[in-house]
């Protein structure tokens, strides 16, 4: 079966006159670069290696008039539309081939008000740039794990990290936005206004519009927190697993505790014995006082026989970059992803198989660890419905060489099969890959409806639809 994933680079692409290409730029404060451009490839280029399209424009603005004007250049040139935050996103969506990509990565400000505890971030922003700046105010916003991650993408598909479960998901913590929609019209959304988009963009993703602008309330926290890695020998990671799930059944909000299943990469603090060989990190952070954090994690840090215990007060802002050596740009990468209710005996038998069946060095399995405020708030109040899920599990295929390809997404794809009759059913749209559209609707379950119908009113002709699609209500 062809995969399809895998897509041939060398599409023919739309070219257009240079008086057409001319009269876009002059009306741009940004950059307007076509296939000849210098700049270009580097522009088309994301995250995932895998991804190589070739779009006929980049639009790289730099404020909210240039996003007005290539969405109504693309739609009056019938040119489909991608949209770039970060570049992060699995599936690709973020580049199209033959269409218009608004490349958002040069709009990263960040202004952080301490009095009233908000931010208001561009969406070219990184968590990175985002946590920079609050946390110099000993403030901060929950977000994901790797640092250079965009958060226009994380947040507009939920957002979950190591505070999430003390503060919420991102839009848990989202208080407005400012949109561009199908019509080239700059929106504000909030909770007075137009609060159907508001709802909606909590969780329904790119479907609505180009966001412009987040604010965010923030949280005190830190700048320490107890934080860091308990590295377990795979040989018992059964025991553990089972272990593990009886003690955070109990553990307050403050605690989040992450498993990652892998062969050990060459961290410093780990025996060169062990370098190569599968094992089971337990990876926490507590979000409050670190001698209430030392009492909170005790249980899990006196499990098994650790072959590293390298949990202590780190900076917040540097635990936020604790994996992102391991989750550089630049590899291939296929990800599926599950999430469970509970890790019954059978969900964990299969995924201690796949470990064991592992396709090679970087290949893992990550499971977030959710819950907490995120549990708490109501599936229909925003977009986002799954909130009983207690973890979400990434099954995280990550290599080099394209001769691995099969090898390694066959692998995934195994995993996501045997796990599947013991998940929850629901999905988290931003762990998704590009070829899981027919996954959508069941990620949304019962709010799949009402994101339809805000769909059809801002977005009737589906202008908005390089995303996890949601179609617009009657098309
Ligand atoms: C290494 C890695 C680690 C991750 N860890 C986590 C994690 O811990 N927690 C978590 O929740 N997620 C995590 N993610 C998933 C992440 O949330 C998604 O990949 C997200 O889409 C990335 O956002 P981005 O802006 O970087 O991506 P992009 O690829 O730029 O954007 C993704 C999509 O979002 C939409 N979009 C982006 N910007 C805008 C905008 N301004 N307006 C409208 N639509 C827009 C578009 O549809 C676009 O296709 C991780 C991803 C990676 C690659």
């Avoid at 590295?231 to 307050?252: C, G, M, N, T, W």
């Avoid at 997404?409 to 931003?430: M, Q, V």
Wanted: glycine share 8%; aromatic share 8%; hydrophobic share 45%.
């Amino acid at each position: 079966m062809a995969n399809p994933v895998l897509k041939p680079a060398d599409t023919a692409i739309h070219t257009f006159d240079a008086a057409t290409l001319g009269a876009l730029q002059t009306a741009l404060r940004g950059k307007v670069l076509d296939a000849s451009a210098d700049g270009y490839d580097e522009a088309r280029t994301i995250w995932n290696a895998m991804i190589d399209r070739r779009p006929a424009l980049i639009v790289r603005c730099v404020g909210a008039s240039d996003v007005m004007r290539a969405v109504r250049f693309a739609v009056d040139n019938q040119l489909p539309i991608a949209v770039r935050g970060g570049g992060h996103n699995i599936a690709g969506n973020a580049v199209c081939d033959d269409g218009l990509v608004i490349d958002l990565s040069q709009m990263k400000s960040v202004r952080v008000d301490p009095i009233t505890q908000r931010a208001w971030v561009e969406p070219g922003a990184t968590l990175a740039d985002l946590d920079k700046e609050t946390q110099s105010f000993g403030l901060a916003v929950p977000t994901g794990i790797n640092s250079t991650t965009g958060v226009a993408g994380l947040t507009l598909g939920g957002g979950f990290g190591w505070i999430t479960r003390k503060f919420g998901l991102t839009i848990d913590n989202l208080l407005s936005a400012d949109i561009v929609t199908a019509d080239g019209v700059l929106r504000r959304a909030s909770a007075s206004e137009n609060p159907d988009l508001f709802w909606a963009i909590r969780g329904g993703g790119g479907n609505f519009g180009v966001v412009t602008a987040f604010e965010f309330q923030l949280h005190k926290l830190g700048p320490q927190v107890l934080a860091g890695l308990v590295v377990h020998p795979f040989d018992d990671a059964e025991r553990l697993l089972k272990e593990y799930q009886r003690i955070i059944a109990s553990v307050p909000d403050e605690l989040t505790c992450w498993v990652v299943m892998r062969k050990a990469p060459p961290l410093p603090f780990l025996p060169e014995e062990w370098h190569g060989r599968e094992v089971m990190v337990l990876a926490m952070c507590y979000a409050g006082d670190l001698a209430q954090g030392e009492k909170a994690t005790a249980e899990l840090r006196k499990l098994g026989k650790p072959i590293a215990d390298v949990v202590g007060p780190n900076p917040f802002a540097g635990w936020q970059q604790a994996f992102d050596p391991l989750l550089a740009p630049g590899a291939r990468n296929y990800w599926k992803s599950h999430d469970f209710i509970e890790l019954s005996d059978p969900a964990i038998a299969v995924l201690l198989q796949a470990v064991r069946q592992l396709p090679g060095p970087e290949c893992e399995i990550f499971i977030g660890h959710v819950g907490g405020a995120a549990g708490r708030v109501a599936p229909d109040a925003t977009a986002f419905p799954q909130r009983s899920a207690h973890f979400v599990m990434n099954v995280h295929a990550r290599w080099r060489e394209a001769t691995m390809d099969k090898a390694c997404i066959d692998w995934s794809r195994k995993l996501f099969d045997a796990a599947a009759p013991h998940a929850a059913g629901t999905a988290y749209i931003n762990f998704m890959p590009a070829d899981e559209s027919s996954r959508v609707q069941a990620a949304y379950g019962e709010n799949y409806s009402r994101l339809a119908q805000v769909k059809r009113r801002y977005d009737p002709t589906n202008q908005f639809r390089m995303n996890q699609n949601v179609t617009p209500a009657g098309s």
